[in-house]
């Protein structure tokens, strides 16, 4: 069982509140990761960090910020929500290193948005 | 640009038959290959990767995989399916040449094994 935790397992709010998505790992890792998951939707990766103080942008478009202050914190912040940001986030974390293949993702159970 | 395609939105086999979930990919170099698995109320969980070697990789559960560089397909097998099987499976490719932090996943296909 991986030792990844997002919190809250489900929210709901309304439209221009600021939020926080909270992920949580254990195991150390060095890289974390946003996901986005819609129904019958690829996941999009919307951030990611290799390590403190670091984060970037990935593929996904998104008005969502991260940071990384702490190994074992990734929270995700949405400054002003709206309802086309309803969707399940993923949060991920793996200890690969550059160079090496052997990297496999670690999953939390997600969260699942709703912004009326 | 890096993708992976799951052509099947759902798939349904009885328990005891043998089932195949689909994926190809696109990538600009030698993929690194996985396949990962989705529970209700649970987050994804790793099943097998392909790095190198044997085209055959065995992971979890029983189950297994084929990676096919001339069809640029890595399709997820198992010879007697479960009902516990049932889930949502994602295969996810990642270029070691280009983009090399990123995992690409495909858009998932259900498992629906019935008694």
């Known amino acids: 069982e991986a030792d990844i935790y997002q919190t809250p397992r489900y929210l709901v709010i309304g439209t221009g509140k600021k939020i926080t998505l909270e992920c949580s790992q254990t195991?150390?890792?060095?890289?974390m990761y946003w996901y986005q998951q819609d129904p019958g939707m690829e996941l999009h990766l919307i951030h990611y960090?290799?390590?403190?103080?670091?984060?970037e942008k990935g593929d996904l478009s998104s008005e969502s910020t991260v940071s990384r202050i702490r190994t074992e914190h990734f929270p995700l912040t949405l400054e002003s929500a709206r309802p086309s940001h309803t969707s399940q986030y993923l949060c991920?974390?793996?200890?690969?290193?550059?160079?090496?293949?052997?990297?496999?993702?670690?999953f939390g159970s997600g969260t699942q948005l709703s912004v009326l | 640009a890096q993708s992976v395609a799951q052509p099947e939105d759902q798939v349904n086999v009885a328990e005891g038959n043998p089932l195949t979930v689909k994926c190809t990919y696109s990538?600009?170099?030698?993929?690194?290959l996985f396949w990962y698995v989705q529970y209700p109320n649970r987050g994804l969980q790793f099943l097998l990767k392909?790095?190198?070697?044997?085209?055959l990789v065995k992971g979890s559960y029983g189950f297994e995989a084929e990676f096919n560089k001339s069809q640029t397909s890595f399709h997820l097998k198992k010879p007697s399916a479960l009902v516990s099987d049932s889930a949502l499976y994602f295969c996810?490719?990642?270029?070691?040449?280009?983009?090399?932090?990123?995992?690409?996943f495909g858009s998932g296909t259900k498992l629906n094994v019935k008694p």
């Open positions: 392909y790095i190198t070697g044997d085209n």
């Open positions: 990538v600009s170099g030698n993929p690194y």
């Open positions: 991920a974390s793996s200890d690969q290193h550059r160079g090496t293949s052997n990297e496999k993702l670690f």
């Open positions: 996810a490719v990642r270029d070691p040449v280009y983009n090399f932090n990123k995992f690409y």
């Open positions: 195991m150390g890792h060095d890289k």
């Open positions: 960090s290799y390590g403190v103080n670091s984060t």
